[in-house]
């Protein structure tokens, strides 16, 4: 069984990958055009702080986004990321690394709570949102093909994080996971 998040995996070094991912990402959606005109896209990055305790010394992550180049049009894309959930400001891999070990009933909330250093509160929130809303959503109807059917239904995210953890070194299964939870496929 998966004891918690992976003790031999930096949060530094995972957060490089990471983010080189989040790259590609951008780059691919970059060389497309802009969904709404057709226009080209600039670059429209930022810089956010994801909260949380064990992200407290790493300061400010880049999260890429788009914006049209079109005079008229200027709309941002956001293209998607590994590092971010949407708006989130916590980061993707403490939603799902979280989520994951409350399904499997390797920790609790509050222990969550003590090893992330997100509120309670938050935690019982994210828990709730897939447990009851996640599982009907567009992204899980997109990913229920890829994945054994053992795994689409009741406990579906820590079941997935404990397969990817499986099958793979602790960082390429933690980054395979956040990508299949954080990309649409």
Known sequence: MIASFPSNVTLHHLVEVLLDIDKQLANKVK?????????????AFYSRKPRGTVLEDMGYITRFSLCCRREGCRKRVLPPSTLFLGRTVYWSCIIL?????QQLNVKTAEQIE???????????????????QYLQSRSWFLRQGFIPLENVYSGAIGRLY????????PLSGLTSFVRFMGVDP
């Open 114 to 132: 003590k090893r992330f250093g997100v509120p309670l509160r938050t935690i019982r929130r994210w828990i709730a949102y897939y447990r009851e």
């Open 31 to 43: 060389a497309a055009s802009c969904p709404y005109c057709g226009g080209n896209l600039n670059n």
């Open 97 to 101: 690394v979280s989520v994951a070990l």
């Open 162 to 169: 404990h397969s990817f953890m499986k099958h793979h070194e």
